[in-house]
């Protein structure tokens, strides 16, 4: 992971996610059916507006501090446009694009295979409680499967239960490591 979604990302990367649905009984699969549809898509370059807002609302999330406001939107459209990042964004009928996913591609050692790692997932306040949330990591999930990843790794801040218990109950399992992070600035 980069720097800064690093240390958001320990903080709780998905964290947003975190927000995103709070995340109900493991029973509960989806959003209530009095719930409106979620649909995911992959951003393109058209999105890249709709996802900076998104964006922005997860760095303030994170109280991150950005100096040039035009920052976030450069930097969501620069990953889009070369292709370095799949950025998912979640819409809901009559509330429109409440949420984004971002995921890095990069490979793991330890199964010789490439993996991904969710570094980014958030839902705007008026989109949690619908099931973005969860829809947007489902997606990454099948996604990922589809294109025969090792896996899907996540971290999360320790005091962010709601994230935890969506993610537990979508199959993501607490490891043992301990995450580093050496800010070079």
């Known amino acids: 992971m980069n720097g800064q979604a690093q240390a958001a990302a320990q903080q709780d990367v998905p964290s947003p996610a975190e927000d995103s649905t709070p995340a109900p ?68 009928p009559g509330a429109g694009t409440v949420g984004f996913a971002q995921v890095y591609r990069g490979f793991s050692s330890l ?20 099931g973005a949330g969860r829809a947007l990591l489902r997606e990454v999930l099948r996604r990922a499967r589809e294109a025969g990843v090792s896996g899907v790794q996540l971290e999360t801040a320790y005091d962010n239960t709601v994230a935890q218990g969506l993610y537990e109950a979508e199959g993501f399992v607490r490891e043992e490591f301990h995450v580093y992070f050496h800010d070079l600035g």
């Not at 501090?65 to 979640?90: G, H, N, Q, T």
């Not at 570094?119 to 949690?128: F, M, Q």
């Open 25 to 92: 009984a493991p029973a509960a699969a989806s959003a209530p059916s009095s719930a409106p549809a979620v649909s995911v898509r992959a951003a393109g370059e058209a999105d890249v507006d709709a996802a900076a807002v998104l964006f922005r609302g997860y760095l303030d999330f994170y109280e991150v501090d950005i100096e040039d406001p035009d920052a976030p939107r450069a930097f969501l459209a620069e990953r889009i446009a070369k292709d370095e990042s799949l950025v998912l964004l979640a819409d809901v």
């Open 111 to 130: 199964s010789l295979r490439t993996a991904w790692v969710l570094n980014d997932l958030y839902v705007a306040p008026e989109g949690r409680r619908t």
